[in-house]
């Protein structure tokens, strides 16, 4: 389908769109490549809150793709994140959740976001987030991923509307491995995917 | 009843063969089953592989035990790692 651009917004409605931004809560679970990249994406897009969870600390091999720097390493990743945040957007709203996310805990504390980005690692906990997700928080738009590994093409990261409330960043099928490993560029590309699926739903445009 | 069936990316080729009227698209297809199967039974019965998916019937995750209906559109994606 030919790419339509949405009209030039008129100036009003580009306040309007601002403003609708910064009143959004986006939550994101799991800060590696994609969540930390997720992170600052939507702090630049003008966000004005995010709830940031993962339980981990900054590993010195983090540094080949995550927004996180070489005096950070020991960190816990969410308040590594939060400092680097903020120096984005000194007055960008943060909560952070020092924990691993399941279906005990996930609807509790992400119950008040408009969109869910799940940005965790292992096929496992993707699946159960967005099981969770889809119980706990009915109605929420999930925006999650699966298939960024590897040296495939960049072009084959796509967005897609997967089902119910799931939109799904990637090629599907280029799962981490030694022999395909996270290369900072495709997996930049996927959280640049899940940036901007999560801004078009916040202001009103959820087509993928 | 008749439902239909979605498996993605890699599931796909554990969709059912059918004729050409049960295809709905390169990777959904209509079924029809006994009145009473679940979801696992349907799991169970195309042979997908005991690996991490994610199962919606009608849009909402849908558990094992859930009971289908006439109509319903149970929809199976295989997450891979990576993050």
Known sequence: MPFVPHPAPALEEYEELRRRLRAARVGIVGLGGLGSNVAWMLARAGVGTLALADHDLVDPSNLERQFFFSDQIGLPKTEALSANLRRITAGIGLECFQTHIDESNLGELFGDVHVLVEAVDSAHDKAMIVAAASEQLPGVPIVAASGVAGYGSPNDIITRHLMGDVWMVGDLVSEASVEHPLFAGRVAVAAGHQAHMTVRILLGYPQA | ?83
């Open chain 2, 1 to 83: 009843m008749r439902v239909q069936l979605a498996f993605f990316a890699s599931l796909s080729q554990y969709l059912p063969e059918t004729g050409s009227e049960d295809r709905v698209s390169a990777h959904t297809r209509a079924m029809d089953l006994p009145d009473g199967t679940t979801v696992g039974q349907v799991i169970t019965l195309t042979g997908l592989p005991d690996e991490p998916r994610i199962v919606f019937v009608n849009g909402r995750h849908a558990p094992d035990d859930q009971v289908l209906t006439e109509g319903d559109r149970l929809a199976v994606f295989p997450p891979v790692a990576g993050g």
